[in-house]
């Protein structure tokens, strides 16, 4: 059986290919994963997408929180992987999240 990729961007796919579980979790990235670069963040959205990991499971096996995990996957369907680039963070977040702080100061 053949499953369709997480998503698609500019003809990049990520796909986890069916063996078995155990040997689907050590295509992943390490649990120890401190530097998340966008493969990282994609191969872990993607398995999520691909039923390996649940949601939970892939907060609690890379420390994330529901807020950043939630944040990978909604910046990979708006702007795909580049989206995920921490360099690119500013550039695709909501105008009215980008300085929160700005209207504290006036008042």
């Known amino acids: 059986m053949s499953r369709a990729p997480a998503f698609t961007t500019s003809g990049e796919q990520v796909q986890i290919v069916r063996l078995s579980r155990a040997k689907d979790l050590n295509h992943l990235p390490p649990t120890s994963t401190k530097r998340w670069v966008t493969r990282r963040k994609a191969q872990v959205v993607a398995a999520v997408r691909n039923g390996l990991l649940t949601f939970n499971e892939a907060c609690e096996r890379y420390r994330l929180s529901e807020e950043e995990f939630h944040s990978w996957m909604n910046l990979l369907d708006h702007h ?28």
């Open 80 to 107: 795909g992987v580049m989206g995920l680039r921490a360099t690119r963070m500013q550039e695709y977040r909501p105008a009215d999240a980008r300085h929160p702080h700005e209207g504290a100061a006036a008042e």
